[in-house]
């Protein structure tokens, strides 16, 4: 691969388990959280945990960052700015296309380079290492740590230039958002009119629209299970980021205003820490 050292920013639901699978990989990585404490995991796999952030970019060749949002990724960048130069950050984030940009200028100023790499799965595709990551950026920078994501990620699409990938992302959560919405409806549905939800999983596993996330968010549902493996309030988040490149492009989406407003709702109800499939505890309320 060529990389001596990487560095990982951000070890939250999906960013532990990434770093994790890294380190389990075997690449030589730094890890770092602004919360101390979750570190323990990837250090006994083999990673090297620092206390200050900088110390990733005087240190590493790449840094990855997987933070919560563009106000984190912009202070952790401003932290390592002095050791910028030669290095390759890749963001596998999700914020804002017009921030994606201005990152962008930013690092290529500092005489860095840059990788968009959003990624499309929550928690348990990251622990079992089967994200789906969309690349946008230079072509050189790509090819150089796209091996990199092996340990982490099933596939690799590349989309073009910067912000290509957070718009492909940002494209595919506005159907994701739909179906997670429209699946909690279902079992709404099926629970008012007394149902047997176990069944109705398996006729839903066994039809067209079957997949993966349906499996998994089905069965939550059933067992009203809400530990989150994508918590509302990250899923709020993402939804505001679609509505406003939406609004941008002059668009209207009125199935993602209706999910948004009802995963608003959800989090005013303290739900916010909660699974995505906790917005049917909203249904409820209508």
């Known amino acids: 691969m060529g990389i001596a050292r990487v560095g990982f ?32 995991e990837q250090v006994a796999a083999g990673a090297e945990a620092v206390e200050d952030v900088a110390e990733l970019f005087a240190r590493c060749e790449v840094v990855i960052l997987m ?52 990624v499309s799965g929550s928690r348990v595709p990251a622990e079992a290492g089967e994200l789906v990551a969309m690349l946008a950026g230079d072509p050189g920078a790509i090819t150089e740590i796209r091996e990199l994501l092996g340990p982490m990620c099933r596939e690799t699409v590349d989309c073009g230039p910067i912000p290509s990938a957070l718009l492909m992302k940002l494209a595919v959560n506005v159907h994701l958002t739909s179906v ?69 492009a002059g668009l209207t989406l009125p199935l993602l205003e209706a999910s948004h407003a009802l995963y608003a709702e959800t989090a005013r109800r303290g739900f916010g820490a909660e699974d995505v499939v906790a917005v049917v505890k909203a249904l409820g309320t209508r």
């Open 67 to 118: 933070l919560k949002d563009a106000a984190a990724v912009d202070a952790v960048l401003d932290r390592g700015r002095p050791s910028l130069a030669g290095r390759t950050i890749v963001h596998m984030g999700t914020t804002a296309p017009e921030h994606s940009r201005q990152i962008e200028a930013g690092l290529l100023a500092a005489g860095a380079k840059y990788v968009e790499a959003p």
């Open 9 to 40: 920013a951000g070890l939250g639901s999906m960013g532990g388990p990434m770093a994790l699978n890294l380190a389990r990989a075997g690449i030589p990585l730094l890890v770092w959280n602004r919360t101390p404490g979750k570190t323990s």
């Open 180 to 248: 997670m919405t429209s699946l909690a409806e279902t079992v709404h549905f099926a629970r008012a009119h007394g149902l047997d939800l176990g069944l109705l999983a398996d006729v839903l596993g066994a039809g067209q629209l079957a997949s993966p996330i349906l499996r998994v968010k089905a069965s939550k549902l059933v067992d009203e299970d809400f530990a989150p493996q994508a918590s509302i309030a990250n899923v709020l988040a993402n939804v505001e980021v679609i509505a406003a490149a939406a609004r941008e």
